[in-house]
Every structure is written in C-alpha cells, then in structure tokens.
C-alpha cells in the first residue's frame, strides 16, 4: 500500500477536527446543564425564565478558551451539533407568499368579472398543478375573457411606469411575476429579521428555489401560536421623525440623576456605528461612514452638519454610573452592548423612567448591531421617535409606489422612492419640517435606516444615497416596498413537536443505535475472527467521523439521521465484506497472506467504488427533492458512505498489513469455525430458475396491485393533505372511542385514530377544513379537537402537523420525480460503468421490481390490519432500497465483467452468469444479513415514527437481494439472446 504515512497523518488530522469541533457541543451542554441546576429550587422545580436569564448573561462573553483563541457562548451554540426539531421539539414551518392578495393589489382591488373568475379558477388550478400561480391566474383569464387585456386591469397608478395601457398581455405577466418574486425576497428578509429578534437558538430559514415558499425551523419553541401570528402578520412600513439629541438632554439629564440616585454601577464602552450625512436639497442621506473609533465617530457626527455638540455625551464615556451603566455615545444618538438591550428594555418600560420623558416619545431600536473595538463585542443604537397623540408615526408607508435600487451621477448605489399624490403632499410638509434633521424609515418596530433631510422634497420622488453596497442598497429598496405591496404569508406546512416526542425519539435513536452496533459488532467477530475485529475498529472510526463532520458543517441530528447512522452501520460492513471475502478467495489459491491482501483490496477497489457510486447519487437526489428529517437522513447517508470507504479501503489496510507484518503472528484469520465452509464452491443453477422467479415476482406484485386498486394505499398527511396530532393521555384510551368523540366536532367527518407509541398515545389525523389553511381554519380544528378530547385526562404537550392540500400535491410531485429520477442516474451509470445496456436494463429492471414490490407488501399487510403510513420518510426508505439493492447487483455485475473480460474463457455467458453469482453470494447474503440485522433493530426500537421507514427496508432488502440474484442478471442474459437472434437473423 502507497503513501502509507499520507493516510496516517490524513487519518489524524481528521480525528483532530472532529475532536475540535464537538468539543463545542460538549462546552454548550456543560453551560445548558450548569444553567438548570443554576435555575433548579429546592424542590426541584425548573425556573425556564431563570435559566434564560442565565443564558443570556453569557450569550456574548467568552466561555471556551482555547489559549490561542476564545469563543463566546453565542459562537458556541453555532458550531455545537445541533440536535433536529424531533429530538428536542419545537416547530417547522413553511410559508408561501400569498400571489392572490399581490395581483390584488396591482389591479388596484378590480372588480372586472373576468379578473376575480380567473383569481377564483387559479386557485383551484393551484391544488393540483405545478406551474406557477401567475400563469395559472393567466391561462384562467384566457378562458374567461378569450380577448382581454391585462392592460386596462393593471395600468394602474401603481404600476405607473411599468404597465402602460397599450402593454401587451406577455408584457403585463412578466411585471406581474417579477413582483411575486420581489414580494418573496422581501417577505424572507422581513421574516429572518422578525426570528432574529425572536430569541430562538439556531433557527433556520430558507428559501426553497422555484417554489415560492419559505421553509422555518424553530427549535425548542414553546408557544406555536405566538410564532404563528409572527411569521404571518402583515409588514408595518412607517416614516418618523427623530427626536435630536438636544432636545432630549434633559430629559436623559433627569434619567441619568435618577440612576445614580437608585442604582449605581460601573459600565464604560465605546463603540462605533454608520450614521447618515446629507448631501443635496432633494436627497435623503442614509450613506454610513465606515466604522471608526468613538472619537473619529464624534468627530464625524459634528461635522456632518449636526447643531448637537458631541461633548454634550462625551463625558458619558468616563462614567462608572448613571447612564454609563445602560448606554454608550453613539453616532446619531445613544447605543448599548448588544447583550444589555434586555436590561435597558426593561429600564425604559418603568412607569417612574416613562413619566421622565414626553408623551410623544417613542424608544425604537435599530435593526441590525456593529462591531465594537473589541472583538466579539457589537453595539445597537437607539433611536427616539415621534408619535402623535393617537399613537401613529408621521407616515405610513402605504403611500408608496415604487422603491428600487439605482445608481446616483458619481456612480454609488442609491435607492429611488416614489410616492402616490396623497403621500407626496404629506411628504413635503414633512421634509419641510425636517430640514437638517434625521427621518427614521420603521419597519416592524425596527429602525432600518435614518437618513438626514437636506430639503424639502415636493413631488414625492426620493433618493436615499451614500456609503451603500449595492446588496445594502437592494435590501432597502426591499424593505420600503413592504408599504407598496400587501404580500401576506400562509403557512402551507407545519410541524410541532412536543417536548416529551422529543425526548422519546432521541431514547429511541440511542437504543437503536447502541443495539444495532451491538449486533453488528458481534456478528463480524462471530463471521470473521480477527478481521471482524478489524472492521469493527474501522466502524467504530467511521461513526465518530460521521458525528464530527456533521457537528463541522453545524448539521442538525435528526431521528431520520439517527436511522441513517444505524443503517450506515451495515452499509459500513459492505465494503469490509467484500474485501475479505476477495482476501479468502486469494488465500484459498494459496497466496501468502500480504500478497494475498493486495489482490484482495485491488479486485474489490472497483465493486466497492461503483457500489458506494450508485447509493451516495440516491443520497444526492433524496437531499435535493427532500425536505426536514428526509434531508438530514440523506446528509448522514452521504456522509456516512463517504467515511465507510475511507475507513474501509485505507484505516483497515494500514491495521491488516500491520497485523500480518508482525513477526508473533502466525497468520491473518478471517475464519471462524462458522464461516470456515459456509457458502463455498456454490454450483447452483440461478439462471435457471429465472422463469420461476419472473413468475412469484409477477404475482406477488400483481396481488399487490390488486389490493391498492381495493382498499388502496395509508397515504399520509405528506401526501393527502390534512391536520395531524399526536396527544399523550394519562391512561389507555380507546381509539375507536375517540374516534366517535371526534366526529361531530369534526364537521361529521370521522377522523382517522390509532395508537402510536403505546395505548396512551394517539396519533389523530383529520381532512377537516383541510381547504382552508387560514391561521383561523388552524385554531377553529385545534379547538375542535380539544373540545372533542374534553372528556379524558391528557398532556397539553400536543405534537401536530399540517400540510395544505397545494403542499401534498408538490411533494407527491417531487416524490414521483425523485424515484424516477434515480432509477434513469443509475441507468446511465451502469451504462457508462459497464458499456453495454443490457446490464442497464437489468439494473433498472430489477430495481423497479423491488419499488413496485415494497408498495405490494405495504398494501398487502393492510389486508391483515397492519397499516403503515406512505410519507417523505417512506420515500427516503424507496431511494434507499433503491442504492443498497443496486449494490448487490454492481457486485454481481463487477464480477461477470471481470469473466467475460478474460481472452482465454469459453464459457457461455449463462455458465458465467451462475459462476459470478455463486462465487459472490457469500458477500450478497452476508451484507444483507448485516444490515436486515441494524434494520430489525430500527423497526423494533426505532419508534412509530420510522416503522413504516424500517419496514419498507427490511422488505426491500430482503427482495434487493432476490432481485440481485434471480432478476437482475437473468434479465441481461434474456437481452443478450435476443440480441444474438437478431444479429444471427
């Protein structure tokens, strides 16, 4: 073996980084562990506020020090392997941007017949099509008005500019559809700003490219309906004025006094910050100076034009007391340590400190924080509003017709603003009246930017110009467009998972990974003898690199992932049997043990590299078309497949080549009294038996396709759409019983009830009001439920899950597209791996047998009243039968082509067939065996959860290897005879 020291080193280093990286999840645990009993009274009893509170109090100071550098709790938390919404609760959502209300809105509320027809028509379009809302919204309008024109709907003050009257109608869709797109843009930065604020640790957003939706991760969330209305309420664009700081000096005087006077304490920082300057008589400055040092930013603010004399804080910067403790001078006003806004929150809402200040006043924060001059530490200004006495701003942000982003005449990015008539007329008054002032643009309650009036502005049209990026200037033009264009979010999909699931699913998890490792870890000592050994050392290497690398790229661990390591624990074993059995083989042809060790890695380089080929490209296709816990079962697949042949090919060579160079060892075992003469010189006649197997395959599919046709297929909410709960009681309940309770809540449609992790436990699941995915229609069947359950004793930790009727038809879509797409991949790899199609065909062949056969043995154990849902998890389960089964036939395929590939060989191909076979059985059977063993142990303590996942593997493995033997390579020999007939013709 070559570079023998590269794989020592490349080995270490790796152990190294994965060491590095959870020993951040170790820290975060200790302080999360150190918080609880911190928070624990003496009765045991958590105080959550308590231990947030401590929480909070470290989020940004250093609590990791590694000598060369240190991290706060903050970078703790966000390099610590995070655990999935299944393993600790909490709340998954996905949000689509509601195109209805945009097209709306444009239209300028039309009440045109043919416009609200084709609005109604498209939105039942939408259930079941793929296309986009906007083209449905136009094939629709066709229909109804064959020659209409969007134009005299459309042109609109609105679209002034963008839509005239003699617009065309494929003019007037591509505006339409670029403002869908804007709105979704605009909608995901609102959104990331609002969970920001929020207060969740590592929460994810993202956009789903092409779909226009928006997916949301919230772990640990304890108030599902709070989130809700967050993620769905309305924008609030506002334009306020600022009061200066002049005008608030005695009234911070009074506060400062009164501080001193009650609680003294010691607290100095300066800090830096971008301020507005102003440049000419129609432009709104928002152009920030690069950060600088307090005194530069001091120095900067009076220069700017500021009448506010920067001395009048400065001294603040030397205080231990007063206001020092909360505030430090900041460019435009007063800021604080990012980490003490809790405090100054709290400081502001006291009655004594409100009736300090006038009625009119209105602290705001501003949204995003800067660096400070130390490292680590960022600071956030504060900005002092006005408000009328009914409690409104100066302007709302309604009154606007377009923002973008443009370039000034020296060329720096600059953000264009127009306003309607009445908005233009408010908008000089108050640019009048703000002349060398700041006038803060509000969204949500945060300050985005507040640029300086140089003068007034008359007809409505602004710039907002200075030291903007052109993302920056984007994101602006984004945010003021929230006032142009009512664009509300529905939630499409949901999940909540209770606490109490949570812990139940990581039990679960571990117990089957600790069991499946067992099994694992036994039979290759009881199968192999040293070499099990061997390999139980690289798979023990294998599972600790797949849990640092996930920790490396901040992976979330999810139940689906947990199964993925279990299942990657057989998988692991492939290659290690391969190379084995390769290794008996040479030694069997009386080959010294070192000798025999290279041929045996050399001969299984290929099979094993083509096999893990076609499983790592499922793993791809399942990643790109999955969401969730699909995702993160396809992450710990790929990852795992990846370290299984790192460690199978190069961690077992160094330790085997070792083992057989020691002078003390009398010869490498890879025997045991077991596996001594199991499966040697096998001569049976598979080829033959083709015929018999294409006729028990037939039939038993055929009896599978006869009881869908009957009683079909348990689709579940993925697929069907509908409103699922999972509800803990205090005793056993009947289902049939809640069942009756339900109904008439229930609109008199019955839902479906069965017991789920024990008879105290039921997973119910309703279609009712399943059309309306209002955030009213979700609290109206909530409070049918529990108005249903009034009668029986239960936990209100209630885990539940929702995906609207246009969501179930997407992932039907996807889930259709990514079998399909797997099976043509690994068409085309096959063909090009293998040169000639018909081992292909017989690949997909037999592939697509073992698909249609797993859906036969769901439908056909229904009939014996054993129901297992069909979702994305099983799904996840399809492509995975899909690569292990190709693994089997890779290796049977790897080995005719090494027969057929010797010039001296004159056996017929049905004689080569059965001798590749037989000679590769032992691996087909015994990997098989290995991973049915770690796939019994998911199905039997895996979970309700990933029942129907397990069982779909132990059905599909089971067959793959059937389909391996009996179909795959009887169905290239069919092919090739025809081939020969025709040629012979």
């Known amino acids: 073996m070559r570079n ?16 590095y990286f959870l020993s951040f999840t170790f820290v975060s645990r200790g302080i999360q562990k150190d918080a609880t009993a911190y928070a624990t009274d003496a009765s045991g009893k958590v105080d959550f506020s308590k231990k947030q509170a401590y929480l909070d109090s470290l989020w940004n100071k250093p609590v990791y020090d590694l000598g060369f550098t240190s991290y706060t709790y903050k970078e703790v938390t966000e390099k610590e392997l995070n655990l999935g919404l299944d393993l600790q609760g909490g709340m998954h959502v996905t949000l689509e941007v509601s195109p209805v209300e945009i097209l709306k809105a444009m239209s300028g509320n039309s009440t045109d017949p043919a416009f609200l027809q084709a609005i109604q028509q498209a939105n039942q379009l939408q259930k079941t099509s793929q296309e986009s809302y906007v083209d449905l919204f136009y094939q629709a309008y066709q229909q109804a008005a ?42 995901f930065e609102i959104l990331n700003t609002r969970i920001d604020k929020f207060g969740v640790s590592n929460p994810t957003i993202q956009q789903l490219p092409g779909t226009g939706r928006i997916q949301v991760e ?26 200066q700081m002049q005008e608030l000096n005695p009234y911070l005087q009074r506060l400062d006094e009164y501080l001193i006077s009650t609680e003294p304490a010691p607290i100095a920082a300066n800090t830096q910050n971008r301020v507005p300057v102003v440049t000419d008589s129609t432009t709104l400055s928002a152009a920030g100076d690069t950060a600088t040092s307090l005194e530069q930013q001091l120095a900067g603010r009076t220069a700017a034009g500021d009448s506010t004399r920067a001395d009048s804080l400065a001294n603040l910067q030397n205080q231990t007391r007063g206001l020092a403790k909360y505030f430090v001078p900041m460019m435009g006003g007063l800021g604080t340590n990012i980490r003490d806004t809790a405090a100054v929150n709290e400081l502001l809402s006291r009655p004594a400190v409100k009736d300090m200040f006038p009625s009119n006043v209105r602290f705001v924060w501003e949204v995003k924080p800067v660096g400070g001059t130390t490292e680590g530490e960022q600071f956030i200004a504060l900005h002092a509003i006005k408000k009328s006495r009914d409690n409104k701003v100066a302007l709302a942000g309604d009154v606007i017709i377009d923002a973008r982003q443009d370039y000034s005449q020296t060329g720096q990015p600059e953000v264009i603003m127009q306003m309607n008539s009445v908005g233009a007329r408010k908008w000089k008054n108050l640019t009048a009246n703000n002349v060398g002032r700041q006038i803060a643009i509000v969204l949500d309650d945060y300050v985005y930017s507040a640029p300086n009036v140089q003068g007034e502005i008359p007809n409505g049209s602004s710039s907002i110009s200075g030291n903007f990026t052109i993302e920056e200037a984007k994101d602006l033009a984004n945010i003021l467009k929230a006032g142009k264009l009512e664009a509300p979010t529905r939630i499409v999909e949901e999940a909540v998972v209770g606490p109490s699931l949570g812990k139940e699913s990581i039990t679960q998890g571990l117990v089957s990974m600790a069991a499946g490792l067992g099994m694992v870890v036994i039979f290759m000592v009881l199968y192999y003898g040293a070499g099990g050994m061997i390999a139980n050392v690289a798979l023990l290497f294998n599972i600790f690199f797949i849990i640092g690398i996930l920790a490396q790229f901040s992976a979330a661990l999810t139940l689906p992932g947990i199964a993925g390591i279990v299942l990657t624990m057989g998988m692991a074993v492939d290659a290690n049997v391969l190379i084995f059995e390769r290794i008996k083989e040479e030694l069997r042809l009386g080959r010294p043990p070192l000798q025999a060790i290279s041929f045996g890695y050399d001969k299984a380089y290929s099979s094993i590299l083509d096999s893990n080929a076609t499983t790592f490209l499922t793993g791809v296709i399942l990643y790109t078309f999955g969401s969730g816990g699909v995702k993160g079962f396809a992450v710990t697949l790929m990852i795992g497949i990846v370290c299984s042949l790192f460690t199978a090919v190069f961690i077992t060579r160094l330790i085997i080549e070792w083992t057989a160079r020691r002078p003390d060892t009398k010869g490498l075992s890879m025997y045991t009294v077991i596996s001594r003469n199991l499966f040697k010189d096998v001569t049976y006649d598979f080829i033959g038996f083709r015929n018999k197997a294409y006729i028990l395959s037939g039939v038993f599919i055929l009896a599978g396709i006869i009881a869908m046709a009957t009683m079909g297929l348990n689709l579940g909410v993925d697929f069907k759409g509908g409103r699922m709960y999972v509800v803990n009681f205090e005793q056993a309940v009947s289902a049939p019983e809640v069942r009756s309770a339900l109904t008439d809540n229930f609109g008199n449609i019955a839902p ?19 059309d309306d995915e209002s955030a009213e229609a979700d609290k109206k069947v909530e409070d049918a439920l529990l108005t249903g359950l009034a009668g029986y004793k239960f936990s209100t930790d209630i885990s539940s899950s929702k995906v609207g009727a246009t969501m179930a038809d997407d992932i039907q879509d996807s889930s259709r597209t990514s079998i399909l797409l797997s099976l043509v991949v690994i068409f085309l790899y096959i063909l090009v791996r293998f040169r000639k199609w018909q081992y292909s065909l017989g690949a997909v062949v037999a592939l697509f047998h073992d698909v249609l056969a797993v859906l036969s043995a769901f439908a056909l154990v229904r009939l014996f009243g054993v129901s297992y849902e069909i979702d994305q998890v099983f799904i996840a389960a399809m492509l995975t039968v899909i690569g292990y089964s190709i693994n089997d036939t890779v290796v049977v395929f790897d080995r005719i082509r090494e027969f057929t590939g010797m010039a001296s060989t004159k056996e017929s191909l049905e004689s080569i067939l059965n001798r590749s076979i037989g000679q590769t059985l032992s ?15 998911l199905f039997l303590f895996g979970g309700e959860v990933l029942r129907g996942f397990s069982f779909a593997l132990v059905i599909g493995i089971i067959l793959g290897t059937y389909s391996s033997i009996f179909i795959a390579a009887p169905v290239v020999l069919d092919f090739s005879k025809r081939k020969v007939s025709r040629q012979a013709a």
Not at 155 to 161: I, Q
Not at 231 to 243: C, D, I, Q
Not at 927 to 937: K, Q, W
């Open 923 to 937: 691996r087909t059977v015994m990997t098989s065996f290995v991973t049915l063993l770690v796939v019994l142990i």
């Open 218 to 243: 919230l772990p640990g969330i304890a108030n599902p309906e709070r989130v809700r209305k967050l993620l769905t309420g309305a924008a609030k664009l506002e334009f306020a004025e600022v009061w």
């Open 146 to 187: 064959p020659n209409g024109r969007l134009s005299r709907i459309f042109s609109t003050a609105a679209n002034k500019g963008k839509i005239s009257y003699e617009s065309t109608n494929d003019q007037v869709v591509n505006v339409i559809k670029a403002e869908v797109d804007d709105a979704i843009d605009r909608s």
């Open 4 to 19: 023998k020291t590269g794989i020592i080193i490349l080995t270490a280093l790796i152990t190294v980084l994965c060491i």
């Open 752 to 770: 479906e009830v069965k017991t789920y992790n024990g008879d105290s436990q039921l997973k119910i699941t309703t279609s009712y009001l399943i």
